[in-house]
């Protein structure tokens, strides 16, 4: 894969297909992440005299027009960060946008309107594809969270230039994480929680052959626990999924694969922010409970196997971290990979959202990758369409 370094960028007009689809609380733009880590891609773009095109989707407007899902407060977000005037096309393709891109001068940006205002765009059509493809001179991707998905300005429009590239927040993403399917440093731990045993059973799998140990959190651990035919009271289990998390677990037995389940939880009455919870242990779950968290024992456990972690991959709240009352184990689980002594990295959209909302400091992790689902489908093993068209071109 080329390098956005490595572009010739003086006068020519650098298509950029960036990740700005930033969560939206009433109109204004509630966690700028995701533009803080596109600027230095489009800063160099404007220092070497590159006259930029941005191009992002925001939301699901699915292929319709809806004034809610603009990109002008992005437009007006990236002006205040760059120091810079920054024109909004009133569309991502056709003769007045055209016309805005070729009037834009060396170091000038202009943000294209939401790409997925177009259904052509998630169908990667290719006639709007080479409408795309007419607003650049070469192209660069720094979308890592759209990597995994074949679409116009992803995949379609990138086979018309020859002069493609990755942008560095997009390169940065795959040197770590093809690390962690490489060599990384041992032991190496993967920590996996969130909603569904089913989201995550790919990267399980793939995992398994890589790590030297496995913390189960999460909703998904109590499908491995009645696996193991433990209680779990009320929680929330997927039936169809327990022979599967048996076999998990015997596979992980062969391969010599540590696996840590919690040992205690937090039990709730219902699954409401403000419902009555008690720690109770795993061997003696009540009936009428459910699990919201990983218990104090579970936590302390899952941190003795971080710690001295050569690497640790992280991927999913321990418990319903939206709510504080719930948050414990996952700001436990945040707290020792911010004292691992290996490499830390933490993936998936609602875990890296945790951890900011927790109050922890991105510096203060490896990485956290900007790229929720592309992240694991990354580990699974897989190839992303969008990455894979960058490697054609180089
Ligand atoms: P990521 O986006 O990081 O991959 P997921 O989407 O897999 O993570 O999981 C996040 C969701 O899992 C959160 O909405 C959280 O509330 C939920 N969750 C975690 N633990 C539990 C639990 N014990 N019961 C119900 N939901 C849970
Ligand atoms: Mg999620």
């Not at 202009?110 to 709007?128: D, I, Q, Y």
């Not at 009455?269 to 919201?292: K, M």
């Amino acid at each position: 894969m080329r390098s956005l370094r490595d572009l010739e960028l003086r006068r020519r007009r650098v298509f950029l297909r960036a990740d700005l689809n930033v969560p939206l609380d009433q109109g204004r733009i509630s966690d700028g992440t995701r533009i803080e880590a596109t600027l230095p891609s489009l800063r160099f773009v404007l220092e070497r005299g590159g006259r930029l095109v941005v191009a992002s989707h925001l939301g699901r407007p699915e292929g319709e027009r809806r004034p809610e899902l603009s990109l002008t407060p992005v437009a007006e977000a990236l002006s205040g960060a760059l120091h810079l005037p920054v024109e909004l096309a009133p569309d991502c393709v056709g003769e007045t946008t055209e016309r805005l891109v070729n009037a834009l001068g060396p170091g000038q940006v202009l943000v294209l309107e939401n790409l997925r205002f177009h259904p052509e765009e998630e169908e990667n059509e290719a006639g709007f594809a080479l409408k795309l493809a007419r607003l650049g001179d070469v192209y660069v991707n720094d979308a890592f969270g759209a990597a995994h998905r074949a679409h116009a300005s992803t995949v379609g429009m990138v086979r018309h230039f020859r002069d493609r590239a990755a942008g560095f927040l997009l390169e940065r993403e795959v040197t770590v994480l093809s690390d962690l399917l490489g060599a990384p440093a041992a032991p190496f731990v993967a920590v996996l929680g969130g909603a569904k045993v089913s989201d995550k059973l790919g990267v399980l799998q793939s995992l398994l052959g890589r790590v030297q140990a496995l913390c189960i959190g999460g909703a998904m651990a109590y499908t491995f626990l009645r696996a193991q035919g433990k209680p779990v009271g009320r929680s929330r289990v997927e039936l169809d999924r327990v022979s599967l998390a048996r076999e998990t677990l015997r596979e992980a037995e062969e391969r010599g694969v540590r696996v840590a389940l919690p040992t205690d939880h937090l039990a709730a009455e219902r699954p409401q922010a403000d419902a009555p919870s008690r720690v109770v242990a795993a061997d003696a779950f009540p009936e009428n409970l459910l699990g919201v968290d990983i218990g104090p024992a579970t936590a302390h456990a899952f941190r003795h196997e971080i710690e001295p972690a050569g690497t640790v991959f992280w991927n999913g709240p321990m418990g319903i971290a939206e709510w504080e009352s719930f948050a414990g184990g996952t700001k436990a689980v945040a707290q020792a990979l911010t004292e691992a002594q290996g490499l830390t990295v933490v993936g998936g959209g609602d875990s890296a959202a945790a951890v900011r909302d927790l109050g922890f400091r991105d510096d203060q992790f490896g990485h956290i990758s900007t790229g929720g689902g592309a992240s694991l489908e990354y580990l699974e093993g897989k190839t992303l369409p969008g990455l894979a068209v960058l490697e054609e071109g180089a």
